[in-house]
């Protein structure tokens, strides 16, 4: 069946250093979306990415998707304290069905 | 907007015994789907509901849970018996329909069996 990495596991960054987190699937993706889960919080919604090579903005967050449709990247630049929690990627391939993958736990020291 | 509506928050069992989790999804969201989080792990989708017929329901431990959306609006997601290893915390949450909508997740029920 369809896997859904992402890696790094874990990251922790001091106040105002970039982050970046990459969401890799085994097989060519419809499209991605994007969560955030605050600890102890239930995930909220970023963004979603359709075409290859899509690149959206977010005042800091900056996410692509990759030519071959099959990874993506959620990248923070000049992380805040704010930006704490685990973001997860969703993927679909042709079907409506969504695949969370493993999400990537952000710690901001201050 | 009145956002995913679950209830209860929290709920402590001893295995073998029965629990229900309900869920009000939002005005007008044709798609509900629960889904399964385990601590430290992503989402796992249990069952999807479009109206109140199943889209995919995959996953779902068929021995033990069950799901039911009835008249298309709110849903009950049953489990019987409980096992030690269904503590998690199960999500709710609901799209305009299936077809790549944002999904909006309520604040989930956390279940621990002791």
């Known amino acids: 069946g369809q896997q859904v990495m992402q890696i790094p596991q874990y990251q922790h960054v001091q106040e105002g250093e970039d982050f970046t987190t990459y969401c890799n699937s085994s097989?060519?993706?419809?499209?991605i979306q994007w969560y955030k889960q605050r600890p102890g919080g239930h995930p909220v919604f970023l963004i979603q990415?359709?075409?290859?090579?899509e690149v959206k903005k977010q005042k800091r967050l900056t996410f692509q998707f990759g030519e071959a449709k099959k990874n993506s990247s959620l990248h923070i630049t000049a992380t805040q304290t704010t930006d704490v929690g685990t973001y997860f990627c969703?993927?679909?391939?042709?079907?409506?069905?969504?695949?969370f993958g493993t999400g990537t736990r952000l710690k901001v020291l201050a | 907007e009145a956002g995913v509506a679950q209830s209860p928050r929290y709920k402590i069992i001893e295995k073998r015994q029965s629990v229900a989790f309900w869920c009000n999804p939002i005005?007008?969201?044709?798609?509900l789907y629960w889904y399964q989080q385990i601590l430290g792990q992503g989402p796992k989708l249990l069952i999807q509901?479009?109206?109140?017929?199943?889209?995919?329901d995959s996953q779902l431990p068929k021995d033990r849970f069950s799901a039911e959306r009835l008249k298309g609006v709110d849903s009950t997601l049953k489990i019987q018996p409980a096992k030690l290893e269904d503590s998690a915390v199960y999500l709710c949450?609901?799209?305009?329909?299936?077809?790549?909508?944002?999904?909006?997740f309520g604040a989930g029920t956390r279940l621990s069996v002791l």
């Open positions: 990415l359709v075409k290859s090579g």
């Open positions: 509901f479009q109206n109140n017929g199943v889209v995919d």
């Open positions: 949450a609901s799209s305009l329909d299936a077809s790549g909508n944002i999904q909006y």
């Open positions: 005005s007008g969201h044709a798609t």
């Open positions: 097989t060519t993706l419809s499209n």
């Open positions: 969703a993927v679909t391939s042709g079907t409506y069905k969504y695949i």
